[in-house]
């Protein structure tokens, strides 16, 4: 039998047909498991297999079949808390289903995420998963629909494309978040909340409001704060809010990053407790004295569910309507929404 070659260069079935003494169409019968070939021959290529550690091309094979059995996931930060749940659910799904999985981080830069969604869709990927930047063009995501690529829309929609969505009741949640400051005694409540081009930011802050109308009581627009919470000067839009001559009792956030800008400044302040109240989970929120109280969201539901709609749709299911799914969030209380302020609803 031929050594295995010394050359970097992966093993061909023409190798493997050399290597065996039979022709390459015999190898691909073998390999592919289609026609009758002797158990002589079997023998042979089998051993040349092994010995050169020959593999599929996996990718060719699928091509000319018209798959590539790939997904993309095109997410605004793969290394935020939230998105690598919702991600490593999309990838269970699909690696149960017989998919790879290709994800990026958009880094909400419409041109960068513009770039994304090309690099995927000129690679073949089957279906696309999509978290859609704020500025996007809507147009780019219509044109490769139109071309034939599959897609569903997570976290957020996107505008004027008809497509499925997995989304998360943000106005409801923030809204009972914020109710529940209220209830306990909280008129005074500040806000910190992503930049209000974000679809979910501005889904979070008017449910912040709706609880303030539904209460009978008058918000304090000085005390929102729409921004980047990754911006280097987010710390002093927190510690300005909280050092104001009439600063609040009590603070929401729209999303865990401020969450953690938050309660650093809150932990660093000589003063007394500030009630809190988080939109998402984050690790360690129970270990924090008091702990956290947040309104979770559960992106492993998320991930599932836009990686089920998507492999539904890829795999034949193109006449049945487009579904829009709304998840439902939950309050858990910790101890930090609970401690109580100056009033008390009559």
């Known amino acids: 039998m031929t050594p295995r070659p010394a050359s970097r260069t992966r093993p061909t079935m023409n190798d493997v047909a050399r290597a065996a003494g039979v022709s390459a169409k015999t190898v691909s019968r073998v390999v592919n498991g289609v026609d009758y070939v002797s158990a002589e021959t079997l023998e042979l290529v089998h051993s040349a297999i092994e010995s050169l550690g020959f593999r599929r ?19 605004e930060d793969i290394g935020d808390p939230f998105y690598s749940v919702l991600s490593r659910a999309v990838e ?39 978290v859609p930047a704020g500025g996007t063009d809507a147009n780019l995501l219509r044109a490769e629909m139109d071309a034939g690529c599959t897609m569903v829309f997570v976290d957020r929609p996107a505008d004027d494309l008809e497509a499925d969505t997995v989304l998360v009741d943000n106005r409801g949640g923030a809204k009972h978040g914020t109710a529940h400051l209220i209830a306990h005694g909280h008129r005074r409540i500040a806000y910190f909340g992503d930049d209000e081009r974000v679809f979910t930011a501005g889904e979070r802050r008017d449910g912040y409001l709706d609880a303030f109308v539904a209460a009978g009581i008058r918000p304090a627009p000085e005390l929102i704060v729409m921004s980047n ?15 104001a001559d009439d600063p609040p009792t009590a603070v929401m956030t729209g999303n865990n990053r401020w969450s953690v800008q938050v309660l650093r400044t809150l932990r660093a302040r000589d003063a007394s407790p500030t ?7 984050f690790e360690f929120a129970d270990l924090l004295t008091p702990g956290a109280t947040v309104v979770a969201q559960d992106p ?47």
């Open 229 to 243: 919470p990754n911006r280097d000067a987010a710390a002093d839009d927190v510690g300005r809010i909280l050092e």
């Open 57 to 75: 091309n996996e990718f060719a094979r699928q091509l000319r079949q018209g798959t590539t059995a790939t997904i993309g996931l095109v997410l």
């Open 92 to 130: 269970d799904v699909a690696f149960a289903r017989g998919y790879t999985l290709l994800a990026a981080s958009s880094a909400e830069d419409p041109d960068r995420f513009r770039r994304l969604i090309e690099s995927f869709t000129s690679r073949g990927v089957d279906g696309l998963i999509i």
């Open 275 to 281: 009630a809190f109240v988080g939109f998402d989970d």
């Open 300 to 346: 492993a539901a998320m991930g599932r569910t836009a990686a089920e709609l998507l492999l539904r749709r890829i795999e034949g299911d193109t006449e049945s309507p487009r579904q829009h799914v709304r998840l439902a969030t939950a309050l858990i209380q910790r101890g930090s929404g609970e401690l109580p302020g100056p009033y008390r609803l009559g």
